[in-house]
């Protein structure tokens, strides 16, 4: 699927009818929502599971070195 499709796609799906609600409400089963839920688990559970890159770190320290600067001051 193309970028422009897919946007075509994106935008149909969100049009609002006349008084500023959804032309049709969104719903899934709970079977579909079970599974999206699991998936979306799993994908963050793996995501944890990687270590936090060098850069990151090298950042986040820079930060918790600013804000105990900012307390002190």
Request: hydrophobic content about 25%; charged content about 35%.
């Amino acid at each position: 699927m193309t970028v422009d499709k897919g946007n075509k796609l994106a935008r149909a799906g969100l049009e609002n009818g006349p008084d500023g609600t959804l032309a049709t409400d969104p719903k899934l089963d709970s079977g579909s929502q079970k599974r999206i839920g699991d998936q979306l688990r799993a994908m963050y559970d793996e995501l944890m599971q990687q270590p936090v890159p060098d850069r990151f770190r090298d950042l986040l320290d820079q930060l918790d070195k600013n804000g105990q600067k900012d307390r002190s001051q």
